[in-house]
C-alpha cells in the first residue's frame, strides 16, 4: 500500500482513453484497463486523489470475477503477463491493471436496487414508484425492498444515466437480451450480496455492465465495488435514515457542506477527508476479501 496517488498514467506508444477514474488502453484484440485513484463526484472529477483507490477496485472486481464465475472480459490482472513490450515501466501498474477481452458494449447498465436509498427513495417520496414500479406503501428511507428490483439505465458519455423502464430497454436491445440481462444481473446481485453479508457488508444497489463477443453476452468493467455499488456496513444499518457507506458518499457528504455550486470546477479535497475516504475504501476491500490489499 502507498500514499502517492496515481490520477493519470501514459503508455507511450499505445492509443488511451480517459475515463472518469479508468484509463483504457488498446491493445488490438484487448483493452488494458488501469484504475487511477482518481475520483468523481456529481458528475465532475475531483482535482484531488485517493491513493490506493484503483488498486481496490481493480482487485475486489478480480475478487468478485473469480467468486461469481461468470463469463466475463477478464484476461488476467498480472501485469507480467500484458503484452506491452520490453523497455515499458510496470511499476505503476502493478496492482491496478486489468487486461481484458474487447466487445461491443451492451448501451444499457444494468442497476439492480435491494434497498430504497437515493433517487429511488426520491422518487418513491413522490410517486410510490422506483423507475415506474410500483412498490408498497410506508417504506422508510433505506428501506430493503420486499425482492430485488430490476430498474435499467441508458449510459451516458457526459452528466447522469438516465433512469429507463424495462419496455424502453428492449426497445433498445431486443426483448431476449433484455430478457437475458434481467434474469442474470438479479442473480448475480442475489449471490453477491448473501456473500457481503456474512461478511457484514450489505450491498444496496449496484450497476452491472456487459458486452458481446460474437453471440455471447459476458459481464464487463467493474463488479460488485464501492464505485458501482452502495456498501452500508451491516452493524449500523438502521432504516429510516441515510446510512454511513463504505463507498465515495463520504466524499459527496464532505462536497454538500461546502460553498460549492457543482456547476463550476470543484475544489481540492482536504487531508482528512482524502485520509478517513482511501480508509473507507481499504476497510471495503478487507473486510470483503478477508485479506490485505496486495500490489
Not at 183 to 212: P, V
Request: aromatic share 8%; charged share 30%; proline share 7%.
Amino acid at each position: 500500500m502507498s500514499t502517492t496517488v496515481l490520477l493519470e498514467t501514459s503508455l507511450p506508444g499505445l492509443p488511451v482513453r480517459r475515463g472518469k477514474v479508468r484509463d483504457i488502453y488498446d491493445l488490438g484484440d484487448h483493452l488494458l484497463l488501469v484504475a487511477t485513484d482518481r475520483i468523481s463526484a456529481f458528475d465532475f472529477v475531483l482535482p484531488t486523489g485517493i491513493p490506493d483507490k484503483g488498486r481496490v477496485l481493480t482487485q475486489i472486481s478480480a475478487f468478485w470475477f473469480d467468486l461469481l464465475g461468470e463469463p466475463s472480459h477478464l484476461v488476467t490482472t498480472d501485469v507480467e503477463q500484458v503484452p506491452l513490450g520490453d523497455g515499458v515501466d510496470r511499476e505503476p501498474l502493478r496492482g491496478r491493471a486489468t487486461l481484458c477481452r474487447k466487445t461491443e458494449v451492451v448501451p444499457v447498465e444494468c442497476v439492480v436496487r435491494g434497498y430504497l436509498a437515493g433517487s429511488g427513495w426520491k422518487e418513491y417520496g413522490e410517486s410510490g414508484t422506483v423507475c415506474g414500479i410500483e412498490l408498497p406503501e410506508g417504506l422508510t428511507e433505506s428501506a430493503k425492498l420486499p425482492e430485488p428490483i430490476f430498474t435499467p439505465a441508458t449510459k451516458a458519455e457526459e452528466g447522469h444515466d438516465e433512469n429507463i423502464s424495462f419496455e424502453q430497454m428492449v426497445e433498445i436491445i431486443g426483448q431476449e437480451t433484455a430478457d437475458e440481462l434481467r434474469r442474470r444481473s438479479l442473480d448475480i446481485f442475489q449471490r453477491g450480496t448473501e456473500y457481503a453479508e456474512q461478511r457484514g457488508i450489505i450491498i444496496a444497489d449496484t450497476k452491472f455492465e456487459f458486452g458481446r463477443v460474437g453471440d455471447e453476452v459476458i459481464l464487463i468493467d467493474e463488479v460488485l465495488t464501492p464505485d458501482s455499488s452502495r456498501f452500508w456496513p451491516a452493524d449500523q444499518y438502521s432504516p429510516g435514515r441515510g446510512q454511513p457507506s463504505f463507498d465515495k458518499q463520504f466524499v459527496r457528504d464532505y462536497l454538500g457542506s461546502t460553498d460549492w455550486d457543482k456547476n463550476s470546477p470543484p475544489p481540492e479535497l482536504p487531508d482528512e477527508i482524502v485520509e478517513q475516504t482511501r480508509a473507507k475504501y481499504l476497510e471495503a476491500y478487507e473486510q470483503l476479501t478477508g485479506m490485505k490489499l496486495g500490489v
